[in-house]
């Protein structure tokens, strides 16, 4: 059965890979996967049509078969779940690599979004620049923390997992305010997960769809 996938028409990062269906690109392509992309307009995510796959009207969504699947902790769960590659076969480093997952979205992803609220969505309410610092706080606070258990490791548990291509994509939502870089054991860590091959594939195929440029220009 093939898989086809949804992702923004235009996505608003301009294919700079923070798009959401990025992550479930590059998670296909870890486990070799082929897979077709349906791009949507945002009038079109809020049609019947589209709201019938995801009731919240966003992308990405996932359609094997019979099945439709929306958030992309989800999808990538299913993904690591059903093919080898993203999740280790011994029970215990299975469920330690299943826990980073939700730790990326639940712990760490949660402040990050909320800069990119405060910036972008609510910048020009008289409150935004008060509550910018607090938010950044927030977010070195929790990237300490990841900072200390990752240490000089490569990964987050043995070798890299979903859990770490989980924690990486929300990592890099981090970079444009240079909170990222404060950290370099995380900066390197997010670069050697740039350095895969998969993510640079995942990463070019966004980048074309927005631009109609490869990474080679």
């Not at 301009?14 to 959401?20: E, V």
């Not at 987050?156 to 054991?185: C, K, Y």
Request: charged fraction near 25%; proline fraction near 6%.
């Amino acid at each position: 059965m093939s898989i086809t996938i949804t992702a923004f028409e235009r996505s608003p990062d301009g294919g700079k890979g923070l798009a959401r269906d990025t992550r479930v690109r590059w998670a296909l392509e870890e486990v070799g996967q082929p897979y077709d992309v349906r791009y949507v307009s945002f009038q079109a995510m809020k049609e019947p049509a589209h709201l019938c796959l995801h009731p919240f009207g966003q992308i990405p969504t996932y359609e094997e078969g019979d099945l439709a699947l929306f958030e992309t902790g989800a999808i990538v769960f299913h993904i690591a779940e059903q093919h080898t590659g993203l999740l280790p076969k011994d029970a215990h480093a299975r469920a330690r690599a299943i826990a980073w997952m939700f730790a990326a979205l639940n712990s760490v992803e949660p402040s990050v979004l909320e800069l990119v609220i405060v910036k972008f969505q609510e910048g020009d309410k008289p409150w935004s620049k008060e509550r910018l610092p607090l938010v950044a706080d927030r977010i070195r606070q929790r990237l300490g923390q990841l900072s200390t258990r990752l240490g000089d490791a490569d990964w987050l548990d043995g070798a890299f997992s979903a859990g770490d291509l989980l924690m990486v994509s929300v990592l890099l939502r981090t970079r444009p305010s240079g909170i990222l870089d404060e950290f370099p054991n995380l900066a390197a860590y997010v670069a050697r997960a740039e350095a895969r091959p998969a993510y640079q594939r995942a990463f070019a195929a966004q980048l074309a769809a927005n631009t109609g440029k490869s990474l080679a220009g």
